[in-house]
């Protein structure tokens, strides 16, 4: 059975594994973690990150690796409707994240 994480604790538990790493003798140690986000569940877990925007090069399969570890021990609680819909208006939406960028 896999552990109930939130997103703040997949996210240190990243950074953690990151930084503690002796992986091509640490050249990937000063790689920021890259955000954890929800997603439906797709048989393995029910979040996932993506790599791209914030391993350095050489070191996204590292990175993947680490991620795909967590996928396999950690999942979301599941989230109540309240809680989705929350989620979903704190971020606004499209047009709220393009009025905002112009401004």
Same mark, same amino acid.
């Given at each position: ?10 996210? $240190? ?8 790493? @002796?992986?091509?003798? !640490?050249?990937?140690r000063?790689?920021? $973690?890259?955000?954890?986000? *929800? ?5 393995? +877990?029910?979040?996932? $990150?993506?790599? $791209? ?5 050489g070191?996204? !399969? ?6 795909? !570890? ?13 809680? +989705?819909?929350?989620?979903?208006? @704190?971020?606004? !939406?499209? +047009?709220?994240?393009? *009025?905002?960028?112009?401004?």
């Open positions: 059975m896999k552990r109930q994480c939130t997103l703040e604790d997949i996210h $240190a538990e990243m950074q953690r594994r990151i930084n503690a790493s @002796v992986w091509a003798n !640490g050249y990937c000063d790689c920021i $973690a890259p955000s954890p986000y *929800r997603i439906p569940n797709d048989g393995v +877990s029910n979040w996932t $990150a993506t790599v $791209a925007s914030s391993a350095k090069p070191c996204e !399969g590292f990175v993947l690796g680490i991620i795909a !570890g967590l996928r396999d021990e950690c999942e979301l609680r599941p989230e109540s409707l309240a809680e +989705s819909v929350e989620r979903l208006l @704190v971020w606004g !939406g499209w +047009s709220n994240w393009t *009025r905002r960028k112009r401004e």
